[in-house]
Nanobody, 120 residues
């Protein structure tokens, strides 16, 4: 059983930076991948970034070069820079036994989410 709690969201202006955290408790190290997803109002939840147990990373094309995913033992991070209004969403972290999947059905133990709002 893994429990994930996101934090760090807020309201910023376009071009600003923001850092999200996802604190994990439980058997986090049994999962190979930790990831970030986001969901805007009226849209499906979409993949943002993921990091493997050995540090490999994967990003959605829309955030490459602007977002950086990292982790330490128990916490997952998402450093977001040059934020755009289209980045506005609720951001969720989750874990997966698989690598290279961007499918929400391959991830589980979802946190409650943290809201990011970017104004133009």
């Amino acid at each position: 059983q893994v429990r994930l709690v996101e934090s760090g969201g807020g309201s910023v202006q376009a071009g600003d930076s923001l850092s999200l955290s996802c604190a994990a408790s439980g058997r986090i190290h049994t999962y190979y991948t930790r990831g970030w997803f986001r969901q805007a109002p009226g849209k499906e939840r979409e993949f943002v970034a993921a990091i493997s147990l050995v540090g490999a990373t994967n990003y959605a094309d829309s955030v490459k070069g602007r977002f950086t995913i990292s982790r330490d033992d128990d916490t997952l991070y998402l450093q977001m820079s040059d934020l755009k209004p289209e980045d506005t969403a609720t951001y969720y972290c989750a874990v997966s036994e698989y690598w290279n999947s961007k499918d929400t059905t391959d991830f589980g133990s979802w946190g409650q989410g943290t809201q990011v709002t970017v104004s133009s």
